[in-house]
């Protein structure tokens, strides 16, 4: 697998939508920083599953990686399980978060806050694209609606549009 690199990137972001909306100041390297809908409060030892304010697709030839920005591990947040984004995902990520500061303090993650990287790597083979019912979580119905009518116009081989209908309909909402 090869890293896609920051130029690769921005063309996939503006020509496919892998981050939406982004802001070119968080391309970070050959990645990108996400944020996080809403402010949050983790207190000591408690878990939460933070929603991203960007909404990801993760084209069928490419998987996302994660990995927390290190300011938020040097305050003790953990980031638990989810560590790839499946090739052909569209949605906002529900971000695994979990409080382990020594000092037992709070911890506050502003909206807007860079917080995960995420990096794509080129995937060997054929594409699998994800099928689970997390496809287009947390999306209202206009950003569904954009990315149903998108995918098979940009994968039409791997995407259809009743497909795509079914699972909008039966997501996780905002």
Same mark, same amino acid.
């Given at each position: 697998m090869t890293i896609i690199g920051k130029n690769l990137l921005v063309k996939l972001v503006e020509e496919q939508k892998?981050? $939406?909306p982004f802001d070119y100041d968080l391309f970070d390297g050959d990645g990108y920083v996400l944020t996080v809908q809403k402010e949050t409060v983790l207190n000591y030892l408690e878990h939460r599953n +933070?929603? !991203?304010h960007e909404v990801v697709f993760t084209p069928p030839d490419l +998987?996302? $990686?994660l990995t927390a920005k290190s300011k938020y591990g040097r305050l003790g947040l953990s980031f638990l399980n989810s560590v790839k984004v499946h090739s052909g995902f569209v949605g906002r990520l529900a971000l695994e978060l979990v409080n382990l500061n020594? /000092? *037992?303090a709070p911890i506050t993650i502003k909206r807007g806050d860079p917080l995960i990287h995420i990096e794509? /790597? *080129?995937r060997e083979g054929d594409p699998s694209v994800? !099928?689970?019912q997390y496809m287009f979580q947390y999306l209202n119905d206009q950003e569904a609606e954009t990315y149903a009518n998108l995918l098979p116009k940009l994968h039409p081989s791997l995407f259809t549009k009743d497909e795509l209908e079914v699972k909008c309909k039966a997501r996780v909402k905002v």
């Open positions: 892998c981050i $939406h +933070v929603i !991203s +998987v996302g $990686h020594n /000092e *037992r794509f /790597e *080129r994800y !099928s689970g």
